[in-house]
């Protein structure tokens, strides 16, 4: 098997908002993912502290030549700490904390995304991002999962 190394580049700063069950912080933010020096997802998070280690992950692919899709899609995945595990999920548009990304275009169905997840290597990426943007990795981390 073949090792291709990664490296996530954060974009501007962390966001901080509230909760609203509880009023606990929610962080989030954005990036990209690039392996060797081509960008290949577009990446957005949110994690809510004092939830069980869960989180949320959006991530639209790019192209063969590392540029965005116009309308190619988002695809929304719940992800939660479990024991030594980290466990994705791919949400429905209407389960996600997100309804809208611009020219990104809109979050797709679970159906479609699983039916796509092999070609666009969606839980590859969702696991290179979780590991490798340093704003997510700290905080799972911290929540007693090992690298």
């Not at 291709?4 to 966001?15: D, L, M, N, R």
């Not at 995945?77 to 024991?83: F, H, K, P």
């Not at 980290?86 to 809208?100: H, K, L």
């Amino acid at each position: 098997m073949e090792t291709v190394s990664v490296i996530a580049e954060p974009e501007g700063e962390e966001k901080l908002s509230s909760c609203p069950c509880c009023g606990r912080p929610i962080f989030s933010g954005c990036g990209t993912l690039k392996a060797e020096g081509v960008a290949i997802a577009d990446d957005w998070y949110r994690w809510p502290e004092g939830h069980q280690g869960q989180f949320s992950l959006a991530l639209a692919s790019r192209n063969s030549g590392g540029e965005p899709v116009d309308d190619g899609g988002v695809v929304a995945i719940a992800v939660r700490l479990d024991g030594e595990k980290i466990i994705y999920t791919v949400q429905e548009p209407e389960e996600a904390p997100w309804s809208d990304f611009g020219a990104y275009g809109k979050l797709v169905s679970r159906a479609l995304a699983l039916r796509e997840a092999p070609v666009r290597n969606l839980f590859h990426i969702a696991g290179a991002v979780s590991a490798n943007e340093r704003r997510i990795s700290t905080r799972v981390l911290s929540s007693g999962l090992q690298a």
